[in-house]
């Protein structure tokens, strides 16, 4: 027997053009209070960015069956795009207006399996060091104890962003 899910999202066209008009912590404090729409990758994974702060941003996701693998856990990309949206969420939120960035690289660790058994985890970001042109952050994902299930590292690059 099958199972379904639906869900809707915004235009992302309206976050990505406020995107460096101000700085990266306004940006996702907009995000938090619901004056930006979330990516709409965020509706289809059902995630959400809960706090952020400068160098800081944790995201949380309840696991569902739709996160599973074939093998009965959360799907190694699910660990993956909560871990890089909390790193680059954490650059993020130190980057002044008119700047925006991007992940070069993301080095996922995986510690121990998610299922729905394990309820909501957070991914919480910092960054470790920003630079000019480049940032390194981690992120870490956490259980409803603080109990390690995975750690990243991503460097990001920061970028002017192109005014029209």
């Given amino acids: 027997m099958g199972r379904s899910r639906t869900y809707e999202w915004e235009d992302p066209a309206t976050s990505a053009a406020a995107v460096g008009r101000g700085t990266g912590l306004d ?3 907009d995000v938090v209070a619901g004056r930006l729409p979330a990516a709409p990758l965020a509706a289809t994974l059902g995630f959400t960015l809960d706090e952020v702060d ?6 949380s996701l309840l696991p569902g ?9 959360m799907h190694g990309g699910v660990y993956a795009t909560l871990l890089d ?25 995986f510690l121990r399996p998610v299922t729905v058994d394990t309820g909501r985890v957070r991914a919480v970001g ?39």
């Fill in 27 to 29: 940006f996702l404090r």
């Fill in 85 to 109: 949206s909390a790193a680059g969420c954490a650059v993020q939120s130190t980057l002044p207006q008119g700047t925006g960035y991007t992940s070069v690289d993301l080095a996922v660790k």
């Fill in 65 to 73: 069956e739709e996160h599973y693998n074939p093998i009965g856990s």
């Fill in 54 to 59: 400068h160098g800081h941003a944790v995201f």
């Fill in 126 to 164: 910092t960054v470790l060091n920003g630079g000019r042109r480049t940032a390194l952050a981690e992120a870490r994902l956490l259980d409803d104890k603080d109990r390690l299930l995975a750690h990243a590292t991503s460097t990001c690059m920061i970028f002017p962003v192109p005014r029209g």
